[in-house]
């Protein structure tokens, strides 16, 4: 039988502008980094995407990479697009990225006009689409101009393969300059991707204000800094955790004993909150207005059932926030 989404998806998902412009995202975003390559169940990717989509969730993130092996990601979301969401492409803001190794040789990396267009044209076939929503550039490269970077997202707008340009992973003085050079170029920068979460905490020391007095929205990626701010470490490493998939970004090495502390510690604040951690820390995110949304990651439908729960309390009391700082101290 075909998919019928759950008619209600929009009326518990809240919606949030995204800096100046006319697009307004679910606050709560997928990601399909892992979990989504030729190496996963691509039931499993199915049944995750469907709960997302009758959850109010409209905003799906990709990258050129995503898999193992890269690019299939982009392919096994085409695919189920294709066989259960061709009806709702216009509900959905689809993202692509390019800006890591993608391919050999000297065009497949980085920041070029040359890699970009390409990089696009195959992300757009692996997933069927005409158009993505948001092209972004994915990380700052030292090497390339920032103008021809700039003018390649221009360009990818300007020929409608993107209707939005967003960055990644700039630091504040060169997202400044970055969105100085779109602002002119007429292609104004929709948004940033910056990791955030309460352990990594950079984007607090410049880049939201720039985002902020750009009117540039923000979309924190790895808010759960990849399941360490879940219940999932407190008793060792589970069988079935990213820290313990050879293709996962997390490494053993990264559950370290002060670090399992501190996640018992705020796992203590959430219970008394009445939330899991994982609810907890994305709501700490989404206090802040200038996130427009949080971009998760889930290896099961129930994690992404957890994660939406968030939404039910993101509000805190300044004792709870001091309490959360002296554990991040
Ligand atoms: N722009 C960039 O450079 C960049 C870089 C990285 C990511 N991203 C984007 O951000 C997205 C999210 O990144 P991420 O996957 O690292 O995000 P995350 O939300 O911090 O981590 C997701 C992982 O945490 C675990 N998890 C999620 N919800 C859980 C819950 N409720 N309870 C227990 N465990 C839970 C799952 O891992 P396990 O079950 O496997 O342990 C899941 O795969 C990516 O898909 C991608 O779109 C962008």
């Not at 019928?4 to 975003?29: F, H, T, W």
């Not at 070029?112 to 490269?141: N, T, W």
């Not at 939404?311 to 709870?320: G, K, M, Q, T, V």
């Amino acid at each position: 039988m075909s998919y019928l989404p759950d008619k209600n998806r929009y009326q518990e998902m809240q919606y949030r502008r995204c800096g100046n412009s006319g697009i307004q995202l679910s606050a709560i975003s997928l990601g399909l980094w892992h979990n989504f390559g030729h190496v996963d169940v691509l039931e499993n990717c199915r049944a995750i995407l469907k709960l997302a989509f009758d959850s109010g969730i409209t905003h799906f993130d990709l990258a050129n990479n995503y898999g193992p092996p890269p690019g299939s990601a982009e392919e096994n979301f085409g695919k189920i697009l294709k066989e259960d969401f061709a009806a709702h492409r216009d509900e959905m803001i689809i993202s692509s990225k390019a800006g890591y190794t993608m391919w050999d040789g000297p065009y497949g990396d980085w920041g070029s006009k040359k890699y970009l267009v390409a990089s696009l044209d195959q992300s757009l076939k692996r997933m069927g689409l005409e158009y993505v929503d948001i092209f972004y550039h994915h990380r700052p490269d030292p090497a390339t101009p920032l103008e021809e970077t700039m003018h390649a997202l221009d360009l990818i707008v300007k020929q409608g393969k993107a209707l939005y340009a967003g960055i990644s992973n700039y630091p504040a003085a060169d997202a400044s300059k970055a969105i100085g050079i779109l602002k002119k170029l007429g292609t104004p920068c929709l948004i940033h991707q910056p990791k955030y979460s309460m352990f990594v905490r950079w984007v607090e020391e410049g880049l939201l204000d720039v985002l902020e007095q750009e009117g540039v929205g923000c979309i924190p990626f790895s808010p759960l800094a990849q399941g360490l701010l879940t219940n999932k470490y407190l008793h060792g490493i589970p069988a079935d955790s990213r820290a313990a998939n050879p293709n996962g970004f997390l490494k053993e090495a990264d559950i370290n004993e002060t670090r399992v502390n501190q996640i018992r510690q705020l796992n203590e604040i959430a219970l008394q909150r009445n939330q899991t951690l994982a609810q907890m820390a994305l709501a700490w995110l989404l206090k802040d207005k200038r996130v427009t949304s949080v971009l998760i990651g889930a290896s099961k439908p129930a994690q992404l059932a957890d994660s939406l729960l968030c939404l039910d309390n993101i509000i805190f009391s300044e004792a709870e926030l001091n309490a959360i700082e002296e554990i991040l101290k």
